[in-house]
T-cell receptor, first 113, second 113 residues
Framework: NAGVTQTPKFQVLKTGQSMTLQCAQDMNHEYMSWYRQDPGMGLRLIHYSVGAGITDQGEVPNGYNVSRSTTEDFPLRLLSAAPSQTSVYFC????????????FGSGTRLTVV | DQQVKQNSPSLSVQEGRISILNCDYTNSMFDYFLWYKKYPAEGPTFLISISSIKDKNEDGRFTVFLNKSAKHLSLHIVPSQPGDSAVYFCAAKSGGSNYKLTFGKGTLLTVNP
């Protein structure tokens, strides 16, 4: 059981480049989300999905797009990277709203120069 | 407006003593609270949770207390061990189908041998 898998683990982008952060889970969880962690800011919700074909914005959605075509995958797209998007990105999943714990991936460390 | 606050960025305790990590919240709609532990270069891992219908939940060395009138919760670790050294995040969510977790900024716990 792999849990939540994020790729890549590290990435350096130039300002204006685009890329997709991958997230996959093998637990058949309906709920998936993306968070970013910045020093002194805790974890902030970017986008989330409550099932295939359904996505919604979180606290800091600007500059990011998501889609959920399958239950397993929830990619996060940066359309035009900016230095302000330098952060550690975590994907998480859960099987229902009363779940007693959300499973997080190990993170993607992104640097935009 | 920070809805979940962890006012102590860091805490240092001796091995074998009690560690108490505090968390305050402002949103009265929150009815479920979780604690996560995070080691460097890893994703957060679920530790313990509590529903607003309870005032205490125990799991081994970890106990979470909830004071709804004060909008305050705390995590007690007894006895503390060096392996408990990590960043601890408090998180909260409202009920029903709301999957969104709101996190505090975290507290770095250091347990000294």
């Amino acid at each position: 059981n792999a849990g939540v898998t994020q790729t890549p683990k590290f990435q350096v982008l130039k300002t204006g480049q685009s890329m997709t952060l991958q997230c996959a889970q093998d637990m058949n969880h309906e709920y998936m989300s993306w968070y970013r962690q910045d020093p002194g800011m805790g974890l902030r919700l970017i986008h989330y999905s409550v099932g295939a074909g359904i996505t919604d914005q979180g606290e800091v959605p600007n500059g990011y797009n998501v889609s959920r075509s399958t239950t397993e995958d929830f990619p996060l797209r940066l359309l035009s990277a900016a230095p302000s998007q330098t952060s550690v990105y975590f994907c998480a999943s859960s099987y229902d709203s009363q779940n007693y714990g959300y499973t997080f991936g190990s993170g993607t460390r992104l640097t935009v120069v | 407006d920070q809805q979940v606050k962890q006012n102590s960025p860091s805490l240092s305790v001796q091995e074998g003593r009690i560690s108490i990590l505090n968390c305050d919240y402002t949103n009265s709609m929150f009815d479920y609270f979780l604690w996560y532990k995070k080691y460097p270069a890893e994703g957060p891992t679920f530790l313990i949770s509590i529903s607003s219908i309870k005032d205490k939940n125990e799991d081994g060395r970890f106990t979470v207390f909830l004071n709804k009138s004060a909008k305050h919760l705390s995590l007690h670790i007894v006895p503390s061990q060096p392996g408990d050294s990590a960043v601890y995040f408090c998180a909260a969510k409202s009920g029903g189908s709301n999957y969104k977790l709101t996190f505090g900024k975290g507290t770095l716990l250091t347990v000294n041998p």
